[in-house]
């Protein structure tokens, strides 16, 4: 004989009546980033000015350096002399070295030793000159 086992409760009867579903939400904010960038073009420093002509020290000479000119700026013969000298808390080294704009004056050329002044002409088509010092440093 073969007994049958009936269930008499279906198997909802076994679930809960309701199920709670708990969802959790996790929002992770990242700080913002801001990148800011600013430019600051300046025109070279002009020491001194005549009939148009314009002679100054870059912006790192003029940094560890002053410049004195002869007067007037530019004599008759369109010659340009001027006196390096390191501003305090600042040295020239024994080789340092002047340019004016691309230029790189010479010592033999271009300083006088019993002066002090360095020079250099004028050109017909230039009003701006940019004097560049390399062998300026902070002293020790």
Not at 60 to 77: M, R, V
Not at 84 to 91: R, S
Request: hydrophobic share 30%.
């Amino acid at each position: 004989m073969v007994n049958t086992v009936y269930r008499e409760n279906s198997i909802a009867a076994c679930l809960p009546k309701s199920v709670e579903v708990v969802t959790t939400t996790t929002t992770t904010t990242a700080p913002q980033t801001t990148t800011t960038t600013t430019t600051t073009t300046t025109a070279p420093p002009i020491a001194a000015s005549e009939n148009g002509k314009n002679v100054g020290l870059d912006e790192s000479s003029a940094a560890g350096c002053n410049i004195t000119f002869s007067d007037p700026l530019f004599n008759d013969s369109g010659v340009c002399y001027f006196t390096i000298t390191p501003k305090a808390g600042y040295t020239l080294s024994d080789s340092y070295t002047v340019k004016v704009g691309t230029e790189v004056l010479s010592a033999k050329n271009n300083y006088n030793a019993k002066t002090g002044q360095w020079f250099f002409w004028s050109n017909k088509i230039m009003t701006d000159y940019t004097i560049h010092v390399e062998g300026v440093s902070p002293a020790a």
